[in-house]
């Protein structure tokens, strides 16, 4: 494994610095990760690609894409009793990064210099108020009904509220509400697979409040402005094996001088 040597953070670059919805969301979860992701190259492992989940991302945007031409609302929608229609912009495209970028909808921070940055999966428009609904897709396969209780979960709802806040620097009217989309794999579908995976599919919602944000950007900011790699969160399980294997590394350098 080699150290990154693009997109690293220099304290006196002019240039914009890229900071993404994930890498806010790595900060919160270990200062420390991040620094040494966004300052000194240092990567977590990479987690192979979710490719099923991708297939069912690309299958709602194709659904939702077509309603959106129609200026109709999905089925779904209606059931949920949701007064809205898929949002139509020419920057759609940008924002849900069809064009391979990854970028997505961004804005600059002008304080610190940080272009906060994320890609969305779909934006729908509330047909009674003209607010825009952050949408996110989700792919699971749970017994029993989906919902947004958990402790892994929390990074979701942060997710929505990142994009929430995004948009509204964008200067659009936003709601407070997000909507996840949920496709839920069911395990007991004819007791067999037989060449198809059914999925059943809801919507549920968020209030966002992305009022922490702001401070987020700023302690960012802080963080890589600094010469000190900062301590890591005593929960971080990459940092504890960081740790495992430095103390087994000195046990066995205490071993050969012996």
Not at 134 to 140: G, L
Not at 162 to 181: A, E
Not at 236 to 256: H, P
Request: charged share 30%.
């Amino acid at each position: 494994m080699q150290k990154r040597r693009t997109n690293l953070y220099t304290s006196d670059s002019q240039i914009p610095f890229n900071v993404s919805r994930s890498k806010i969301d790595l900060f919160l979860e270990c200062p420390r990760c991040f620094y040494l992701d966004r300052k000194l190259g240092i990567s977590r492992p990479d987690m192979p690609g979710w490719s099923l989940n991708s297939a069912v991302d690309t299958l709602l945007k194709n659904e939702f894409d077509e309603l959106r031409e129609q200026k109709k609302p999905h089925a779904l929608m209606s059931y949920y009793k949701i007064d809205a229609v898929p949002f139509s912009h020419p920057n759609l495209h940008i924002w849900r990064d069809d064009v391979g970028r990854k970028v997505g909808a961004q804005t600059l921070h002008k304080k610190t210099n940080l272009n906060i940055c994320g890609i969305v999966d779909d934006i729908w428009e509330n047909s009674k108020t003209g607010e825009l609904h952050v949408v996110d897709y989700k792919s699971t396969s749970v017994n029993g009904e989906v919902s947004l209780d958990g402790e892994y979960k929390k990074g979701y709802k942060r997710q929505i509220e990142i994009y929430q806040w995004i948009f509204r620097k964008m200067g659009f009217k936003v709601s407070d509400i997000g909507y996840f989309v949920y496709a839920n794999g069911i395990k007991d579908y004819d007791k067999k697979f037989n060449g198809r995976l059914e999925f059943k599919t809801s919507i549920l919602w968020h209030n966002g409040n992305d009022s922490w944000v702001e401070s987020a950007i700023l302690d960012i900011k802080k963080c890589l402005d600094s010469s000190e790699t900062p301590k890591p969160n005593p929960d971080c399980k990459y940092c504890g094996w960081r740790k495992l294997i430095e103390d087994e590394n000195l046990k066995n350098q205490s071993t050969l001088i012996n």
